[in-house]
């Protein structure tokens, strides 16, 4: 046996090392990206049974404190914890960008289904409604539909959603296309079976990766949005200590208190990466699926 032979693995070992590094990655990256969304969604619920006094009540003498002191992450101009402020801010900016990722995913959903099941006019309906909403620019949708209704957790959520979900209805039309034209799917058809329950029972299961796949992408896109959005003033409350109102509070302070812009973007970044993670896993793993299924 040569040298080379002892270094390199035998060529039938590639495909397989390559498949089990994939799945590794893809594991790994889904456990990272829950771990971290898990202690956000605790910190949410203790912030709902008991609001931090700190995010709300502030002292002059300890304004523009440093982070790592006597306050973990710092103070902001009025002296109120900024460790504080944005935990009292999660359940603004996340249960927004929740609530409107819910809506647009359902409502994608349903239509996506829906044309990929009933050809001819529904079918150009829905196509034609779906082209309609994406010529416009989602969040100038948003900034003219707030500004005429006015700020708060339901305006901007439900207004996030209904602007976003033709992009959940494009993949799940193409998903669903493909998954109804399988053998056990004409079966059920050719069976008698009733349409809508062949689309829960048959086309949805398949769809599941990808519907949890897009959730996550959309989720992390629905947090940005409600960040930019209160970052300008026409999201949340002014009051309200979401992620986007601390980002545009710091601004008048980035010279003397860059802590204030950095401790809210942080937060924003943490669940953008740790809700891409987890798209990115469930979008490995179930690739690895197909090609052990093939």
């Given amino acids: ?49 008991d609001p931090p006094e700190g995010a709300f009540r502030g002292s002059l003498i300890a304004r523009f404190r440093e982070p790592f002191g006597d306050y973990l992450f710092g103070t902001d101009q009025l002296g ?47 196509q034609q409604l779906v082209d309609t909403v994406i010529a416009f620019p989602s969040l100038v949708i948003a900034v003219t539909v707030i500004a005429l209704l006015g700020r708060g957790f339901w305006p901007l959520a439900v207004v996030l959603g209904l602007a976003t979900w033709p992009i959940a209805a494009r993949v799940v039309y193409a998903e669903a296309l493909s998954v109804i034209k399988r053998d056990y799917v004409l079966a059920a058809k050719l069976s008698g079976v009733d349409g809508a329950v062949i689309l829960w029972t048959h086309v949805l299961p398949a769809l599941r990766p990808t519907l949890l796949t897009m959730f996550a992408f959309t989720f992390a896109d629905m947090l940005i949005a409600e960040s930019a959005l209160s ?3 026409l999201g949340v409350p002014l009051t309200a200590p979401s992620w986007g109102n601390m980002l545009s509070e710091s601004r008048e302070y980035l010279v003397n208190a860059p802590h204030m812009m950095l401790v809210p973007a942080g937060a924003i970044v943490l669940a953008v990466v740790a809700l891409n993670l987890i798209g990115d896993g469930i979008a490995l793993r179930s690739r690895k699926r197909a090609r052990d299924a093939g």
Avoid: C, E
Wanted: glycine share 10%; aromatic share 6%.
């Fill in 231 to 233: 970052f300008l003033g």
């Fill in 80 to 126: 109120r914890s900024l460790l504080d402020r944005v935990a009292a801010g999660m359940p603004w900016s996340l249960g927004i960008a929740l609530v409107a990722t819910a809506i647009a995913v359902s409502v994608g959903t349903v239509m996506g289904l829906a044309a990929a099941w009933f050809p001819g006019w529904p079918r150009k309906v829905i």
């Fill in 1 to 49: 046996m040569s040298l080379a032979d002892t270094r390199s693995p035998p060529p039938a070992l590639l495909p397989r090392l390559r498949l089990w590094t994939r799945a590794a990655s893809g594991n790994l990256l889904l456990t990272l990206g829950l771990v971290i969304v898990a202690g956000l969604t605790v910190g949410t619920l203790a912030v709902l049974l």
